[in-house]
């Protein structure tokens, strides 16, 4: 009866294997890094809302004042 090899265990080291190249040069920002904490909604707007709020931040404040014009019943 022949007994099964035994896997030899990970030896920790800083010694990686030739076979790895990392070529940094290619290497692309994580595009993921940074929402853990933040809260996003994406929210389509027509062409013609578009054309008229630059980006989210003149979107964001014509919305807050819009709110705040509201009965405070329908809040």
Same mark, same amino acid.
Do not use: H, W
């Given at each position: $009866? *022949?007994?099964?090899? &035994? ?5 920790? !080291? ?6 790895? %190249?990392? %070529?940094? +040069? *290619?290497?692309?920002?994580? +595009?993921?890094?940074? +929402?853990? !904490? ?8 027509? %062409? ?6 630059? %980006? ?5 404040? @014509?919305? &807050? @004042?819009?709110?705040? @014009? $509201?009965?405070?019943?329908? *809040?």
């Amino acid at each position: $009866m *022949k007994k099964t090899p &035994r896997f030899k265990s990970a030896k920790c !080291g800083d010694d990686i294997k030739a076979e790895y %190249d990392f %070529d940094y +040069r *290619k290497a692309k920002p994580n +595009r993921f890094a940074g +929402r853990g !904490g933040e809260k996003c909604t994406v929210i389509v707007l027509d %062409d013609d809302v578009s054309q008229v709020f630059s %980006d989210s931040q003149s979107v964001n404040t @014509a919305l &807050r @004042a819009f709110i705040s @014009a $509201m009965p405070s019943k329908a *809040k």
